[in-house]
């Protein structure tokens, strides 16, 4: 009796040991990320406050040489700023506390070219102290970007100006504590006003700023503070300024170099940094910076332009749904405040974000899972995914690398968003999913995704109404560690209308779903039900502001679309020739974005002249990149003249289009004073790539 005894405990004791031995926790795979990282990654929305000289000049990149007197928000109000932000949901703001101009937003002891210098509060301001107290006194986080290129600067581009960064970076760590997140861009060296110097300097961009000196010392002095760079090596860049990561991205990276040496800010293959790489060599996920509005300094003439919820919602799933971070461009007027139009943009982003999340259809559901991790139900099993903890997670044993789980709602649901989460302390492991519904007593595929990470999300083309769902592991190198799975409605929304003219001048309004009534002004002022029913193209020659939404027969209205046009190209005649075969200069003048001029390779090939069919008087023109996101032929400086009779020509403006290959919006220029003429002729001086300039329109703003 005794021996059986013996024995019966020994068996237990084996069973259990077994036990414990299958319900270790899975081993973490690849790349992991640090703690800091896993803070950011929680945060999904973050803002970044461009503020400074450039919003008084009307300018997206300083030169370095206006009068610091210029500066002088009579009515800043950073509450106003840090409570529209937060309305929209963004968590924490980081702030431009010095562009490329080189102008610090603090009373630096490192340049005279700083706050103190301008007449606000007298020169005894401190913006970014304002801003900062601003965050914490309404709950965001504070993050820092001090430009290390530096166009006022007579030191920049050798060893004296890289010790003035240096402690610039140091002020702005010490004085206005904790910060979230240091900010760091490729805009590295070019023409500047250089102390008067006004000339063009070229630096080494893979050796000059001795990055991992430089970032030493934000470990030193922040060791919580994470750093974004075009390589990390805590956030990368998206690659773009679009908001927008690839379908399949991965957060595992391993920056490579596009001109040999080594991969630093502004020397890294940025195609890359849009996918990352499955098994990258790092953790570094990708945060994706988009303004609010076309640009991201404040700029009148944008008024109105500001995104709409639907079209950040669409951001929002392309970068905070893709393992990543949406950082969101906002900024202020020169009154220092966010206009009426921002604030409402912000409000009602934050809404739909709110209504769409706010409840997870699958709450509630039953669920049975085709295998847990040891039969561990508690710390392992598929209902972990329903729970609102993060890092709680439905596991599998080592060898079942494909399961699935079926989730029986109990009652019909319609959804149009997917939420899938890992728990990424063990790292990303999964490679691909599907999800089907339970339709006619049978599955069927609804969706897939490639990669997950921190939070993948999947936007439906349409509504799905079902009360089974089926979540399919289809591939993975390892046992899963899946931590959520949620179905959402997004609220329906009256389709936006799409405006556009053509070259004759007549104005059309469309949407992509059927819609009761479209309405719109000419005049700047907001449409409403009152406003003119659009039933067919109507002329604009004259150009102005178009704004229209649309309505159901409840009266409901859609977002407002806005659409600034030129004065219409009808009559306008090419007067160039030059250009490649199939694409011709009169693409530039079609009043059509999506076709383009590309003009031959030499030197006076690279500019277009137009008769205008009679004298105007020019108040400003306009150039549209090509917008098929190429950088070849993106003209990033030019000469802009005007003739009355075509032979005699006068230059009516010059310079650059700052920013144009990361952000290729249409840029507007103000002729200062404005000029009158028949003829007007562009001229590329220098191009981002290739050996051609390129233009999608040419337009002209009148009086």
């Not at 991965?250 to 849009?274: C, D, I, L, M, Q």
């Not at 509504?463 to 769902?469: A, N």
């Not at 098929?628 to 289009?657: H, I, M, R, T």
Request: charged share 20%; net charge neutral.
């Amino acid at each position: 009796m005794r021996k059986k005894l013996i024995a019966a405990i020994a068996v237990t004791a084996l069973l259990c040991t077994a036990k414990a031995q299958s319900v270790m926790p899975p081993k973490p795979y690849g790349a992991l990320p640090a703690q800091r990282q896993l803070a950011w990654e929680k945060m999904q929305f973050i803002g970044i406050v461009h503020f400074g000289l450039n919003t008084f000049t009307d300018k997206e990149w300083g030169y370095g040489d206006v009068n610091p007197k210029l500066f002088n928000p009579k009515d800043f109000d950073p509450e106003q700023i840090i409570l529209a932000a937060k309305s929209a949901g963004i968590q924490g703001l980081i702030l431009v506390c010095k562009h490329h101009d080189g102008f610090c937003l603090w009373p630096t002891k490192t340049t005279a070219y700083n706050i103190s210098k301008s007449p606000w509060m007298n020169g005894k301001g401190d913006m970014v102290k304002a801003f900062a107290d601003a965050c914490r006194k309404n709950g965001l986080k504070f993050g820092v970007y001090c430009s290390p290129w530096d166009r006022n600067s007579k030191y920049y581009g050798t060893a004296k100006y890289l010790q003035i960064y240096r402690e610039q970076l140091k002020e702005l760590y010490t004085s206005y504590g904790d910060i979230f997140e240091s900010w760091h861009d490729g805009a590295n060296g070019g023409d500047g006003y250089y102390g008067g110097a006004n000339e063009t300097r070229k630096i080494d961009r893979s050796v000059y700023y001795d990055w991992d000196s430089t970032w030493k010392i934000t470990r030193m002095l922040q060791p919580d503070a994470t750093i974004f760079s075009d390589v990390g090596p805590d956030e990368r860049w998206a690659g773009n300024e679009y908001g927008y990561l690839a379908d399949t991205t991965w957060a595992t990276f391993t920056p490579h170099p596009v001109r040999g040496a080594k991969a630093t800010p502004g020397n890294v293959k940025y195609w890359e940094n849009t996918t990352g790489q499955r098994d990258g060599e790092y953790w570094m996920p990708a945060e994706c910076d988009v303004p609010l509005r076309p640009g991201f300094f404040y700029h009148e003439n944008q008024e109105g332009e500001q995104k709409s919820p639907s079209a950040l919602f669409d951001i929002y799933v392309h970068s905070a749904g893709r393992s990543g971070n949406m950082n969101l461009g906002i900024a202020p007027g020169k009154n220092g405040k966010l206009s009426d139009g921002d604030v409402a943009a912000l409000k009602n982003f934050g809404e739909l974000l709110r209504k769409t999340f706010a409840h997870n259809l699958l709450e509630g559901a039953m669920v049975k899972a085709s295998n847990i991790r040891g039969n561990d139900i508690k710390d392992y099993g598929a209902a972990n995914l329903l729970d609102k903890d993060i890092y709680s997670y439905w596991a599998t044993d080592d060898n079942e690398i494909t399961p699935s789980a079926v989730f029986d709602l109990k009652r019909p649901a319609q959804f149009n968003v997917i939420e899938l989460r890992e728990n990424i302390k063990l790292g990303q492991r999964i490679t691909s999913v599907a999800i089907d519904e339970w339709s006619n007593n049978q599955w069927k595929e609804i969706a897939t995704a490639v990669g997950i990470g921190a939070c993948r999300l999947i936007k439906m083309p349409t509504y799905i109404t079902t009360g089974k769902v089926r979540l399919r592991i289809t591939a993975s190198p390892v046992s899963i560690a899946l931590s959520s799975f949620g179905l959402y409605a997004e609220p329906e929304e009256l389709s936006i209308p799409q405006i556009s003219r053509n070259k004759a001048g007549f104005v059309s309004l469309k949407t992509s779903t059927a819609v009761s009534t479209m309405h719109y002004t000419t005049d700047s002022s907001e449409p409403t039900l009152n406003s003119p029913v659009y039933h067919r193209p109507f002329i604009l020659k004259n150009g102005g502001v178009v704004k229209a939404i649309s309505a159901d027969k409840t009266g409901k209205t859609s977002n407002v679309a806005t659409e600034n046009f030129g004065i219409s190209k009808a009559g306008w005649k090419i007067l160039t020739q030059t250009a490649e075969q199939n694409f011709p200069v009169e693409n530039a003048i079609d009043d059509n974005n999506y076709t383009f001029w590309k003009s031959g390779a030499s030197d006076t090939g690279k500019q277009i002249t137009i008769d205008l069919g009679e004298q105007k008087s020019i108040k400003a023109f306009s150039y549209l990149p090509r917008q098929d996101k190429k950088p070849e032929g993106l003209v990033d400086k030019y000469a802009f003249y005007v003739s009355v009779n075509g032979k005699d020509w006068k230059q009516a403006a010059s310079g650059e289009f700052a920013n144009i290959q990361s952000s290729p919006i249409k840029q507007i220029i103000n002729l200062a004073p404005e000029t009158t003429g028949r003829f007007i002729k562009f001229q590329a001086l220098h191009v981002i790539a290739g050996s051609y300039a390129s233009a999608a329109e040419i337009g002209i703003i009148t009086p």
